[in-house]
């Protein structure tokens, strides 16, 4: 299994990024998130989207900022980020598990993705 995230980069406190990950290799029903992690500090929880897509949950920090979605034809996982903010910034990893729920925990991710700068000027 891999995951490849992409669509990180540099954008102006307010404005908004489009991220996007792609599995390769996983079959049968399964959850994914996002997640960001900066250095010196834990890996941090943004959202999670089940396996048919009608199920989300985000972290109170994106909550009504970060949309997730999923395509389950083409394998992909979208988080589009608005009103983005100075403390966003970090880099951003896409996971993935079997399953049908979905899932918040990284230690519930069996596979991820190398992660995508997100950096963001005030």
């Known amino acids: 299994v891999q995951l490849q995230a992409s669509g990180g980069g540099l954008v102006q406190a307010g404005g908004s990024l489009r991220l996007s990950c792609a599995a390769y290799?996983?079959?049968?029903?399964?959850?994914m998130g996002w997640f960001r992690e900066a250095p010196g500090k834990e890996r941090e929880f943004v959202a999670a989207?089940?396996?048919?897509?009608?199920?989300?949950y985000y972290a109170d920090s994106v909550k009504g900022r970060f949309t997730i979605s999923r395509d389950n034809t083409k394998n992909t996982l979208t988080l589009q980020m608005n009103s983005l903010k100075p403390e966003d910034t970090t880099v951003y990893l896409c996971?993935?598990?079997?399953?049908?729920?979905?899932?918040?925990?990284?230690?519930?991710?069996?596979?991820w993705g190398q992660g995508t700068l997100v950096t963001v000027s005030s």
């Open positions: 989207i089940n396996w048919s897509g009608a199920n989300t």
């Open positions: 996971a993935a598990r079997s399953g049908t729920s979905y899932y918040t925990q990284g230690s519930q991710y069996n596979y």
């Open positions: 290799g996983i079959f049968g029903h399964y959850g």
